[in-house]
């Protein structure tokens, strides 16, 4: 077992893991941090894009022990004090979602999106989202929300 | 007087804020008290003989509770899977169930195939001991292409099955088809291959059992569209526990889009097994397991005819379908080629005689069963195509020759040859509708400007129909279902005017939380936010048959409705007993009861609460506010519209570029127009997938699945995809209360073949689905 620290939606958290342990699965089974989802072994899904260091990354590409003193959020971080971050409510107000499975990953993917292109086109928010598969709205209306949240969010 | 958030109202979903917060709680996220994890060793083959299973090293591995064999569930006397429908042969004879235990027996029948079961206090652990089983298998020649299983001489999947034979369907009048047919100026044909996808559900599927030693109850936690009917199976048929000693809680699901109806081996052995070990045993599959284990859809291959006059009415249809059943029979899956199938051949046209045969085999492959649409997107696929090639070959323009042998709006109830009466509909108005969305008139002057950069350019309509609201009981149990298919419900009012929903339907991301607190809102002015909708557990609801065949709102939502106007009965006897007036002069409108020609009135609120309290109360009256109703509808639903496709493909590459999408349907009355509009873009990015990208590919020589993983199945991206210009028209449905039809699948019922349309259009010839950039490329550089 080796000992990992590391903040997480503000917190400092230490465990103890196996050292083979990914970092969606500390996240998952040590933290309880159950919004972050598992939806592929390859990393190709993007259902568990959290943030590390403020860039989207997906939890199941890195070592829990890769994350040493990193600063982590997840979605369960995302709102602040109660209210939404403005890429959650588009998310909502535009019908982004149907079975929020893959939700809480393109969420994230989509705020690192945002904050890399400030006012994305709808090619760059399509091209962008590549990593994160949706089954159930065919992207229609997460482009529509991520255009929406880019506005809301003084791109 | 219209109500907030009533029907029609486009409603922001109640359940996204759990969802868009991380607090949704899918099963893997679920965990109990002195919980182990199951692990299943499934088999490399695609068919072998099993002539030993050695547990040995692997039970004295490190952190194994115990390992189980299908040897094991047939000791202690646990049945096989079943299928829920009995199809029966032309020759009379019923169709071919072979044994199909939770676990392999004696062999495995295709890659993934179950062999072993261990549970261990890690996942890790219950991994690396399933490496310390030593099966001795004797593999044997496969054979996974349908067409092959049913030629003479192929490989045997099931001795009771011979020659891989499931059933050989028919459908029709046969000498009515050839006699029109004999005498016909034109015949059109066409050959179709109908790609088997997987349904991939974003959410793997998976199960937690639990044991309670006390009670003897056992509850399994499941991915599960219909949990009353996963508890009937795994009672009546797998004797795992009676039905009041189970309990079976799907909470959050992930998608399903048809592959979370059945009843699957994983699950049933895991519940079996937290009983032998009396621990909770959990089980979550991952991707590769869902490629390899959860029903594919689809697989067809077809080939069909069509007779014309010289004036391009059509005479005749006849068609011939091969369809793959795989490796067992799944829960529904001798339905969706037969019933769900064949009775949707008709089209929106008038067509005064079709015959139908389906000859349905087994192979060494996954099972094959309902997948989004369900028989209907094959259908829609056959007889779209069909039209198509038929125009052309009359050089008749496509939409002009759709609209001269539509049925008219007139012609209702409108009986078809192959058993359905239409209820309702306008096809020409969806067509008209459709055509000027896309622009039809302007397509040669884009066409010419897409030539002038080189490219190719093609347009293509699909005019589909299908069958919702599945269905009478009476009707289905004709043809060989073995359930009902009504829908329950229970309104039940608290004591502070809120009230819960007890539904049957179940919902795994169409929204039922917030389009049946619509209903509840309209009807009984509770607003919204007072609205609780509980789904999904047996020992909540009452017994429901659960959601599939886009049923959940015209079946359920009308069970719904039947329970809210027995509450309104009643409430009307409260009202005039407190208003002093006499039962008849009540007046009822969204939940405020007036006296007739007075001010008198009373809210639904108050009227409950008297319920609860009825200190000054009808003396013949039950005291309480709670209604049930099981729904049973008149007859199907019949979702019919015309979507639009057009493309643009660069020859240098062969890649089709969706330039514009245009759907017009007709789902009757609509509930939330803004989650009917997501359920078209849902359905229709799933008929794109499979008509652009997505197809389940196995090795020919060795069974081997090609396609196990999303790095080489294609799943369509966000870059993959137009936007979708959605518009309704509306012809109530008159055969539930509502007046709605259903709109979960009809995206991707009607997309492939207008895709397909649409690309043949610009090549000048046919090609099968996928329409990959190489199949695409090689179309058009060959001669």
Known sequence: MTTVSMTVNGKKRTADVAPNTLLVHYIRDNLRLTGTHVGCDTSQCGACTIHVNGDSVKACTMLAVQAEGANITTIEGLAQNGDLHPMQAAFKENHGLQCGFCTPGMIMSAVDLVKRNPNPSEETIRSELQGNICRCTGYHNIVKSVKAASENMGG | ?783
């Not at chain 2, 080629?337 to 008038?350: A, D, E, H, S």
Request: proline share 6%; net charge negative; hydrophobic share 40%.
């Open chain 2, 1 to 783: 007087m219209s109500i907030e958030n009533g029907i029609g109202a486009s409603v922001r979903r109640k359940e996204d804020q759990r969802f868009i917060t991380g607090n949704g709680h899918y099963l893997d996220d679920m965990n109990k008290v002195g919980q182990t994890y199951g692990y299943f060793l499934r088999s490399p083959h695609a068919f072998a003989k099993i002539n030993n299973i050695d547990l040995t090293a692997a039970k004295d591995a490190p952190g194994v509770v115990d390992i189980f064999t299908g040897a094991d569930m047939v000791a202690d006397g646990i049945g096989g899977l079943i299928c829920g429908w009995g199809i029966t042969s032309k020759d009379g004879t019923a169709h071919k169930a072979p044994p199909h235990n939770s676990m392999a027996v004696d062999a495995v029948r295709h890659v993934g195939d179950q062999v072993a079961f261990v549970i261990a206090e890690s996942l890790q652990q219950a991994k690396d001991a399933a490496e310390l089983i030593d099966v001795d298998y004797e593999p044997l020649p496969s054979v996974t292409n349908i067409t092959k299983a049913l030629a003479p001489g192929a490989p045997q999947v099931h001795e009771e099955a011979p020659g891989n034979l499931c059933y050989d369907w028919e459908l029709g009048d046969k000498a009515a088809v050839d006699a029109a047919f004999a005498s016909a100026p034109h015949i059109s044909k066409i050959d179709l291959v109908n790609n088997r996808l997987a349904p991939n559900a974003i959410e793997p599927r998976a199960a937690l059992g639990d044991y309670d030693a006390g009670s003897g109850e056992l509850t399994l936690y499941t991915t599960s569209q219909n949990p009353h009917v996963a508890r009937l199976i795994m009672s009546a048929f797998l004797a795992i526990a009676p039905e009041n000693k189970l309990r079976v809680v799907a909470p959050d699901v992930g998608g399903g889009f048809g592959s979370k109806i059945f009843v699957y081996a994983e699950e049933t052995t895991t519940i079996w097994a937290a009983r032998k070990i009396n621990r909770p045993v959990k089980w979550t599959a991952d991707r590769s397991e869902a490629f390899l284990t959860d029903a594919h859809g689809r697989d067809h291959a077809t080939h069909a005819e069509m007779a014309l006059d010289d004036d391009g009415k059509i005479l005749a249809f006849r068609i011939s379908t091969k369809a793959n059943m795989g490796a067992y029979l799944s829960t529904f899956a001798s339905a969706v080629p037969t019933y769900l199938y064949g009775t949707l051949l008709n089209g929106q046209y008038k067509i005064p005689s079709i015959y139908v045969e389906v000859q349905a085999g087994f192979t060494n492959t996954t099972p094959v069963d309902a997948y989004r649409g369900a028989g209907r997107p094959e259908a829609t696929y056959v007889v779209e195509r069909m039209i198509e090639t038929a125009a052309r070959d009359m050089k008749i323009d496509p939409v002009e020759f759709r609209l001269k042998n539509f049925i008219q709006p007139d012609e209702y109830p409108y009986e078809t040859p192959v058993i359905m009466t239409y209820d309702c509909g306008d096809y020409p108005l969806s067509m008209n509708t459709a055509v000027e969305l896309i622009d039809y008139k302007g397509f040669g002057a884009r066409k010419a400007q897409s030539e002038a950069n080189g490219k190719l350019r093609g347009i293509g309509c699909s005019a589909y129909i299908e069958a919702c609201g599945i269905a009478p009981s009476a009707a289905v149990g004709s043809l060989g279902a073995g359930v009902g298919l009504w829908e329950s419900a229970e309104v039940r009012f608290n004591p502070t005017g809120s009230v819960t929903v007890f539904t049957g339907s179940h919902s795994h991301g169409q929204g039922h939380e917030t389009t049946f607190a619509q209903i509840i809102s309209d009807k009984l002015g509770v607003p919204i936010e007072s609205v609780e909708v509980v789904h999904g557990d047996t020992d909540k609801v009452p017994f429901g048959m659960g959601t599939y065949g886009s049923r959940s709102l015209a079946v359920g939502g009308s069970a719904i409705v039947k329970a809210v106007d027995k509450i309104v009965e009643k409430s009307k006897k409260i009202a005039a007993h407190l208003m002093e007036a006499s039962v008849e002069d009540i007046e009822h409108e969204h939940g405020v009861f007036s006296v007739a020609g007075t001010d008198k009135k009373l809210t639904m609120g108050e009227i409950a609460f008297a319920a609860y309290v009825p200190h000054n109360y009808p003396a013949d009256l039950e005291p309480g506010m709670a209604e049930n109703a099981f729904y049973d509808p008149l007859n199907f639903s019949f979702p019919a519209g015309t979507h639009f496709a057009e493309v643009e493909i660069d020859p240098m590459t062969g890649v089709v570029d969706i330039l514009d999408w245009a759907a017009v349907d007709d789902f009757g009355n609509v509930v939330n127009p803004m989650i009917v509009e997501g359920q078209v873009h849902g359905g229709v990015a799933q008929g794109i997938g499979q008509a652009l990208l997505e197809g389940v590919l196995y090795d020919q020589e060795n069974g081997q699945l090609l396609t196990g993983s999303y790095m080489d199945y294609s799943m369509p991206r966000a870059d993959n995809l137009p936007n979708f210009r959605v518009s309704m028209t509306n012809t109530p449905s008159p055969s539930n209360p509502l007046g709605v039809k259903g709109c979960g699948e009809a995206g991707a019922i009607a997309a492939p073949a207008a895709l397909m349309n649409a690309i043949t259009n610009a090549l000048g010839k046919d090609i099968d689905m996928p329409a990959t950039p190489e199949k695409v490329w090689r179309a058009i550089h060959s001669t």
